[in-house]
């Protein structure tokens, strides 16, 4: 069984694995803040989870909730 595809079930072929595509790629991010309002005010305050494990694990400061 040998047969190649005709020139209409080739663009065919080529259309739905488009339109696949199209169909299931992810969506495009929208333009907005590049910073999330709970990032923009960690920056705002100073804070910094980095730190304030290292001095725990230093035993320098308790955890505060």
């Known amino acids: 069984m040998d047969r190649t595809a ?13 339109r696949f595509e199209a169909d299931t790629a992810p969506a495009v991010a929208a333009e907005g803040e590049a910073v999330s309002p709970w990032q923009r005010a960690a920056l705002a305050e100073g804070v910094g989870a980095k730190g304030i494990v290292q001095r725990h694990l ?8």
């Open 6 to 18: 005709s020139a209409d079930e080739a663009t065919a072929i080529a259309a739905a694995i488009a």
């Open 58 to 65: 230093e035993g320098e400061t308790q955890w505060q909730s």
